[in-house]
T-cell receptor, first 111, second 115 residues
Framework: DAKTTQPNSMESNEEEPVHLPCNHS???????IHWYRQLPSQGPEYVIH???SNVNNRMASLAIAEDRKSSTLILHRATLRDAAVYYC????????????FGTGTRLQVTL | DAMVIQNPRYQVTQFGKPVTLSCSQT?????MYWYQQKSSQAPKLLFH???????NEADTPDNFQSRRPNTSFCFLDIRSPGLGDAAMYLC??????????????FGPGTRLTVL
């Protein structure tokens, strides 16, 4: 499976935008980029996914580099409830059943 | 609300004593997964069911088994728990395995302690 690299941790102030980067230089042409997050003491939850184009939903935006070797999850206004571990995951259609979690980025949000 | 339910949330067992963890879902999804998450680590897939078809990950120890008696329920059996099996066990569901865009829905997890 293609690997992702994320910073171990990031900090943000409440109400500020947060940009969470992910590098995936070995991504294949058919890999989808997924983001999940795991709030404290909870199971992971889906955030967003994309293939080539930038994507927006009610939770976040996903910006994908033109060469697809990196992507950025954007939380437009961080709140305390966004404090979580954010996982960037590549999903290969051939093994689409699997979510192979990397180490993720632990986001701290402060007042 | 449609959801994934795991019982119990906390389970304590003794070294070597078999234990069963339960998962149920009201989403009517045909795929159910079990993940293991050790402290400060990322979740790791153990196996999944596509309907009644069982799919084991190559590195899942034989000590871990699973049963899916119907669409709604799935069980994780640990035949002889060791201290290294202490972890959070996460159940998840999705509507298809073959679609790389489908999201997985996770339950809150069962934290297993082995004494």
């Amino acid at each position: 499976d293609a690997k992702t690299t994320q910073p171990n941790s990031m900090e943000s102030n409440e109400e500020e935008p947060v940009h969470l980067p992910c590098n995936h230089s070995t991504i294949s042409g058919t890999d989808y980029i997924h983001w999940y997050r795991q709030l404290p003491s909870q199971g992971p939850e889906y955030v967003i996914h994309g293939l080539t184009s930038n994507v927006n939903n009610r939770m976040a935006s996903l910006a994908i580099a033109e060469d697809r070797k990196s992507s950025t999850l954007i939380l437009h206004r961080a709140t305390l409830r966004d404090a979580a571990v954010y996982y960037c995951i590549l999903r290969d259609p051939g093994t689409a059943s699997k979510l192979t979690f990397g180490t993720g980025t632990r986001l701290q949000v402060t007042l | 609300d449609a959801m994934v339910i795991q019982n119990p949330r906390y389970q304590v067992t003794q070294f070597g004593k078999p234990v069963t963890l339960s998962c149920s879902q009201t989403l009517n999804h045909n795929v159910m997964y079990w993940y293991q998450q050790k402290s400060s680590q990322a979740p790791k897939l153990l196996f999944h069911y596509y309907d009644k078809d069982f799919n084991n990950e190559a590195d899942t120890p034989d000590n871990f088994q699973s049963r899916r008696p119907n669409t709604s329920f799935c069980f994780l059996d640990i035949r002889s728990p060791g201290l290294g099996d202490a972890a959070m066990y996460l159940c998840a569901t999705s509507s298809e395995t073959s679609v790389p865009t489908n999201e997985q829905f996770f339950g809150p997890g069962t934290r297993l302690t082995v004494l």
